[in-house]
């Protein structure tokens, strides 16, 4: 039984018509926004080409465009999860934010090539302190064989959750290529079956190849670039900023199909004030990983050690440690221990901003600070070079990779209905309204 604020009633049939309605409406809607994310995107590919044709050395231009990759794994190849973990949990105040979610499997295809590219920028590996030893292959065939299947499984979750949807659009009549994306679906008891037994097997190897990316990823082209970094808590730091950064813009995404998009009676305060809960507990799991990366490096004080601090922490990019921490811990903490943030919508979407600029400054400190360093094995450096600014090419990858993302979130949402039909009606179905005291309760059903 949960407190609920209730909205207008509607019914299956209703919310069908009325999602399929509006999918001619994005596509009518955002072609101003979409040109001119396109025109960024192509920017930034164009400013990644060239830094290719430049040559690999020197090793520190790269870093920015490795924190944009570090970034977009981060903040939306990861949220995916949200709407796999709520599936599991039978956790029905998600259903609203799932596609939202899923949608950003999308960003696969911006990630995966952006990816393979930086790996062959990595200097020699040969003898270079990482998880590898000197694996055969090791680190390009097997991050590459990594963020593949990590890519495709995201996406292969996204149609395959999608599926009824398409069919949905096709019996409704609306013009595209419905027919062929549902794939003969009629919702019999067996494709059913299929159905919530591929999503269960997607969404588990999703979340197995998750820690994997992100150990990867923060270990191959951040952690061993820098002489001395060693460190068996960072991968897991990554990771749940990763996480945080994730809800983050699942939230962001919601607030804005809600706003923009028209879908209050979808969308309501349910999806936000559980996920701001979850909110806090990831920002104070990032307050716990921070503070357990740092105090070994502190306490130990050997001269690589010293290094390592003055290089991310203490250094030229002291101001992004700290910008990072508050945006990351210390404002999301302060603002949702608050009953009247936390239990509202305008609230938790705030906070989701400031968490997804602190992941993104974090990365720039954490990805620009390694390549900075990047160089032959066994080199030693006593003090840290200065601060790397961006050039004209670091901006149009920082702007045009997350601009790529969103363009094809947009694109997307011009076949798939922004909020799962099938999971919404299921949620209705569960549903009732019963009065407690003043007021109204929604008390749902938990199917076995």
């Not at 064989?145 to 995201?154: D, Q, R």
Request: positive net charge.
């Amino acid at each position: 039984m949960a407190r609920h604020h209730p909205t207008a009633p509607i019914t299956a049939e209703e919310a069908t018509h009325d999602l399929l309605r509006r999918l001619g409406q994005v596509r009518a809607g955002t072609g101003g926004v979409v040109l001119v994310l396109a025109v960024l995107a192509v920017a930034g590919l164009v400013a990644l080409v060239a830094l290719i044709a430049s040559g690999p050395e020197p090793r520190a231009k790269w870093g920015y465009a490795a924190a944009t990759l570090g970034f977009l794994v981060s903040a939306a190849q990861g949220a995916p999860i949200v709407a796999f973990a709520t599936r599991l949990a039978k956790g029905f105040w998600g259903i609203p934010l799932r596609r939202a979610a899923e949608l950003f499997a999308v960003s696969g295809i911006v990630t995966t090539p952006l990816y393979i590219v930086l790996l062959f920028q990595l200097p020699d590996w040969r003898g270079r302190p990482s998880v590898w030893f000197d694996w055969p292959g090791a680190p390009l065939l097997w991050d590459s064989i990594a963020i593949v299947m990590f890519s495709l499984a995201g996406l292969a979750l996204l149609y395959l959750s999608s599926r009824p949807d398409f069919a949905a659009a096709r019996d409704a009549g609306i013009r595209g290529p419905f027919q062929r994306l549902a794939l003969g679906w009629i919702g019999t008891v067996r494709q059913w079956q299929v159905l919530s037994g591929g999503i269960v097997v997607l969404g588990g190897l999703y979340l197995m190849f998750y820690p994997y990316m992100h150990m990867f990823l923060a270990v191959d082209l951040g952690m061993s670039l820098v002489p001395g970094w060693k460190s068996a808590v960072f991968a897991p730091y990554h990771g749940v900023s990763g996480l945080q950064a994730s809800l983050a813009s699942t939230l962001l995404a919601a607030a804005a199909l809600r706003h923009f998009g028209g879908l209050q009676r979808y969308i309501g305060l349910a999806p936000f004030w559980g996920a701001a809960k979850i909110l806090l507990a990831l920002s104070l799991l990032f307050f716990y990983f921070t503070w357990s990366e740092f105090m070994p490096t502190w306490y130990g004080r050997t001269p690589e050690e010293i290094f390592v601090l003055e290089l991310l922490f203490f250094g030229p990019y002291l101001w992004l440690f700290i910008l990072s921490f508050s945006l990351n811990f210390i404002l999301p903490f302060l603002l949702l221990i608050w009953n009247p943030i936390r239990v509202s919508i305008k609230g938790p979407t705030f906070v989701a901003a400031l968490v997804l600029i602190g992941n993104f400054i974090d990365r720039l400190r954490i990805y620009v600070a390694s390549w900075s360093v990047a160089g032959p094995v066994g080199q030693h450096l006593e003090h840290a070079p200065p601060t790397h600014y961006p050039g004209l090419p670091d901006l149009l990858i920082l702007v045009g990779g997350p601009a790529a993302v969103v363009l094809l979130y947009l694109l997307a949402l011009r076949f798939i209905p922004p909020i799962s039909l099938w999971e919404f009606k299921n949620g209705l179905l569960l549903t009732r309204e019963r009065p407690y005291v003043k007021t109204e309760v929604a008390v749902v059903a938990k199917p076995r």
